[in-house]
Antibody, heavy 122, light 108 residues
Framework: QVQLQESGPGLAKPSQTLSLTCTVSGGYISSGSYYWSWIRQPAGKGLEWIGYISYSGKTNYNPFLKSRVTISADKSKNQFSLKLSSVTAADTAVYYC??????????????WGQGTLVTVSS | SSELTQDPAVSVALGQTVRITCRGDDLRTYDASWYRQKPGQAPVLVIYDRNNRPSGIPDRFSASSSGNTASLTLTGTQAEDEADYYCNSRDSTGNHLLFGGGTKLTVL
């Protein structure tokens, strides 16, 4: 059973870059046809997809965040990371990493990390 | 632009059946997946590939789809089913992902 665990600073300053890492165990990020994703949830609000990196290293981002997001992977550590630049208070949220699986017409997140709260404040 | 719309809140009496809906034009093309989220916890996949349940999800959870609407049905709702439920699918490009705004299910 694959497990995911987010890590990183719980506080980011406005205008700076938020950085998080997701460590994957029980499976390899470079094997299988999976997409390693980031999703966030502001307090009391719904889920927002941020983006993903595929098993082959291809990335895809939410168009509304694309200019500020970079997702990368370190296969040697079986980790993938999120960088979100120029953060504001609106980026305060619980950030989840998740594994996405796909079919021809389907897409679903079958494994999730526990989430980590990032607060943007000076 | 693409979007998925859910009713903000739904209530059901204990032991009864409830349907939670998700509407979006791109659901005519792409399947929805469904997630349950309890307070302070990460979301959990409950339905994928139209109407498949991951191991550990009770068979009282089922799903269907018609036109631009996907539905999650709970038959014989239990107290522990009280949670927020989210649908998820692709947008019109097929490359980007969307979540519905979520439905808060209250079990009376």
């Amino acid at each position: 059973q694959v497990q995911l665990q987010e890590s990183g600073p719980g506080l980011a300053k406005p205008s700076q870059t938020l950085s998080l890492t997701c460590t994957v165990s029980g499976g390899y990020i470079s094997s299988g046809s999976y997409y390693w994703s980031w999703i966030r949830q502001p307090a009391g609000k719904g889920l927002e997809w941020i983006g993903y990196i595929s098993y082959s290293g291809k990335t895809n981002y939410n168009p509304f965040l694309k200019s500020r997001v970079t997702i990368s992977a370190d296969k040697s550590k079986n980790q993938f990371s999120l960088k979100l630049s120029s953060v504001t208070a609106a980026d305060t949220a619980v950030y989840y990493c998740a594994r996405r699986a796909t079919g021809y017409y389907s897409s679903y997140f079958d494994s999730w990390g526990q989430g980590t709260l990032v607060t943007v404040s000076s | 632009s693409s979007e998925l719309t859910q009713d903000p809140a739904v209530s059901v009496a204990l032991g009864q059946t409830v349907r939670i809906t998700c509407r979006g034009d791109d659901l005519r093309t792409y399947d929805a997946s469904w997630y349950r989220q309890k307070p302070g916890q990460a979301p959990v996949l409950v339905i994928y590939d139209r109407n498949n349940r991951p191991s550990g999800i009770p068979d009282r959870f089922s799903a269907s789809s018609s036109g631009n609407t996907a539905s999650l049905t709970l038959t014989g709702t239990q107290a522990e089913d009280e949670a927020d439920y989210y649908c998820n699918s692709r947008d019109s490009t097929g490359n980007h992902l969307l979540f519905g705004g979520g439905t808060k299910l209250t079990v009376l």
